[in-house]
């Protein structure tokens, strides 16, 4: 004898909701299996530029963590708020600061990083499109050797 028709219904609705309850654990397992979420192999942190009354060049600092088992080095970085950007390095010879281009890449051994600060290894950022105040950022790719483009955002402040 057939039972009636809110019966049948009661037990599908169950079963439907047994395997959504399935899935849904199934779901929460492999996500808590899948550890913690991976630690960036590069890392930029403390990433920031000068402000610049008028579109000529400012500086920008900042610091690249090599969490990598190889080396990498830095050969270039560009931005779209300027027509170039170069590494410098500003040295005290002759009680006179004087600075100079790097031309070669700026290898970071495997756990080293690369120090990018006022007074020493910094950015200059030539030809601004537009001048640059304080809260604002500039956008920087920094372009490894490898091949490997970094994004990064500079926020722009004072000293």
Not at 38 to 43: Q, S, T
Not at 113 to 120: E, F, I
Request: proline share 7%; glycine share 6%.
């Amino acid at each position: 004898m057939r039972r009636s028709g809110r019966r049948s219904g009661c037990l599908t609705n169950r079963r439907q909701t047994l395997t959504r309850s399935g899935i849904a654990i199934s779901l929460a397992a492999a996500l808590a299996c899948r550890g913690p979420e991976p630690v960036a192999i590069v890392e930029v942190r403390d990433a920031w530029a000068r402000p610049a009354d008028s579109a000529a060049t400012t500086a920008a600092y900042l610091v690249i963590v090599n969490r990598d088992t190889a080396a990498i080095a830095l050969s270039a970085v560009t931005s779209p708020v300027s027509a170039s950007v170069s590494l410098h390095e500003s040295m005290v010879m002759s009680g006179m600061v004087h600075m100079s281009p790097l031309m070669a890449p700026q290898a970071i051994p495997p756990g080293d990083s690369l120090v990018l600060k006022p007074g020493a290894k910094h950015l200059m950022i030539s030809s601004l499109r537009r001048p640059l105040a304080v809260a604002d950022s500039v956008l920087l790719e920094l372009i490894l050797t490898d091949g490997r483009v970094l994004h990064v955002t500079a926020f722009v402040r004072t000293p």
